[in-house]
């Protein structure tokens, strides 16, 4: 089955850094993306939606200046969390999109990235 | 995309076939059904999804009702490592996936 691998799995900032988060396709070819964000005990929540060499579309609510990202390549985007607080801790994870089979596209979601901000 | 409703949690013996269900009274014609699950700590794992028919692949059956206004996922020999939360999500081509909260699934020794 498809493959989407996330790098780190877990990473630990002071207040006020930055972290990059990358997100991979490993056996296909993916020109949409997603980022999600999932807080302790809730669901997943969309967080922005990229394409392949264009601009992301981010959900309400989501700040783009903070939340920065980029899908270079058909197989990588990268998710950066910029002067991250605190608040920012949580599982974020992203999915890529499948091609077409028999009429329906699936997603493919990567292991996740636990982030904490102390 | 169609709302779907799911039980919030449920138990099965070790072995046994877990049937989960899942309601959407509202899907329209071009929504799939589709499932995933979330093992603690991890990203979804997709399992199966499907249009009308019945499907079955090496994880899992997906029974879908003749008017599509509900669906049953089937794990015919449930295992310790099936124990996560399953999402029922119904879409269509090229909408974007909403995830509820899902049916606990705790498999008992």
């Known amino acids: 089955g498809a493959v989407v691998s996330q790098h780190p799995s877990w990473v630990i900032c002071k207040s006020g850094t930055s972290v990059k988060i990358e997100c991979r396709s490993l056996?296909?070819?993916?020109?949409?993306m997603f980022w999600y964000r999932q807080f302790p005990k809730q669901s997943l929540m969309l967080m922005a939606t990229?394409?392949?060499?264009?601009?992301?579309?981010?959900e309400q609510g989501v700040e783009k200046d903070k939340f920065l990202i980029n899908h270079a390549s058909l197989t990588l985007s990268t998710l950066t969390v910029t002067s991250a607080h605190p608040e920012d801790s949580s599982f974020y994870i992203c999915s890529a999109r499948s091609g077409t089979s028999g009429g329906a596209d699936t997603q493919y979601f990567g292991p996740g990235t636990r982030l904490t901000v102390l | 995309d169609a709302k779907t409703t799911q039980p919030t949690s449920m138990d099965c013996a070790e072995g046994r076939a877990a049937n989960l269900p899942c309601n959407h009274s509202t899907i329209s014609g071009n929504e799939y059904v589709y499932w995933y699950r979330q093992i603690h700590s991890q990203g979804p794992q997709y399992i199966i999804h499907?249009?009308?028919n019945n499907e079955t692949n090496e994880m899992a059956s997906l029974i879908i009702t003749e008017d599509r206004k509900s669906s049953t996922l089937i794990l015919p020999h449930a295992t310790l490592r099936d124990t996560a939360v399953y999402y029922c999500?119904?879409?269509?081509?090229?909408?974007?996936?909403?995830f509820g909260p899902g049916t606990r699934l705790s498999v008992l020794p």
């Open positions: 056996d296909f070819q993916a020109t949409t």
């Open positions: 990229s394409n392949e060499g264009s601009k992301a579309t981010y």
């Open positions: 499907g249009l009308k």
């Open positions: 999500i119904a879409r269509s081509y090229g909408q974007n996936f909403v």
